[in-house]
């Protein structure tokens, strides 16, 4: 058995232990997640969180005009995706956007702690601290947002991405059995959880706009 198997089964084995002691049903079928990968530079994530925060309190409903402010306080527009700009560009977007976009404030939340902003990223059963999170770049220029930022191991990384990733294998499938979703998990929270997880991660090194959550 090579290194990186090892490593990710053991992985994948303290995984399903955690969803167990939370009476999470596991899957001992799903695979092991990919561990050789290329980091992606702290300066890419920063960016990156900091265009979630944006699109995440446009959502909430931040007016438009300081929306587009914080945009080029922080030198955004080069940095946003096409549904980024899609989103933040238009004066009226639809509620179903806001709502959606809102809900990134739990990939910002990811990509914090991947930053070392927030110390952990606690049992998925309710939403993310989004004052505390808003005050990281708000309290902060672009420029000592990226210097003070320290991003954590491949192994932090890989661990969170392995546990969510069964964590959200037990919500699909509750949703699909049409029954209560197990261990008080947000199914909400789960979701955009691996999304930011995954693209961390690079899983199947698809773009911000394109990142699958398969389980």
């Excluded at 499938?173 to 197990?182: H, I």
């Excluded at 199914?187 to 699958?212: C, I, K, S, T």
Aim: with cysteine.
């Amino acid at each position: 058995m090579s290194i990186f198997l090892d490593k990710a089964s053991k992985r994948k084995k303290r995984s399903e232990k955690l969803l167990q002691n939370h009476d999470v049903p596991v899957n001992k079928f799903l695979p092991v997640i990919e561990s050789d990968f290329r980091m992606r530079e702290v300066e890419e994530v920063a960016k990156r969180a900091m265009c979630v925060c944006v699109c995440a309190v446009k959502g909430e409903g931040l007016e438009q005009e300081t929306v587009l402010q914080l945009i080029e306080k922080y030198d955004l527009g080069n940095n946003l995706t096409r549904e980024e700009k899609e989103f933040i560009y238009d004066e009226a977007p639809s509620q179903h956007e806001r709502t959606q976009f809102s809900w990134k404030y739990e990939c910002y939340w990811v990509l914090l702690w991947a930053l070392g902003y927030v110390e952990e990223l606690t049992y998925p059963d309710s939403i993310c601290d989004v004052p505390y999170a808003v005050r990281q770049m708000a309290n902060r220029t672009a420029e000592s947002f990226i210097n003070e930022s320290v991003l954590r191991t491949k192994t932090e990384l890989l661990d969170e991405a392995d546990l969510i990733f069964r964590t959200h294998w037990a919500v699909r499938q509750a949703q699909l059995d049409q029954v209560e979703t197990p261990g008080n998990l947000d199914g909400g929270v789960v979701m955009e959880r691996h999304y930011a997880l995954n693209w961390l991660v690079r899983f199947m090194d698809q773009e911000w706009d394109e990142v699958a959550t398969h389980t």
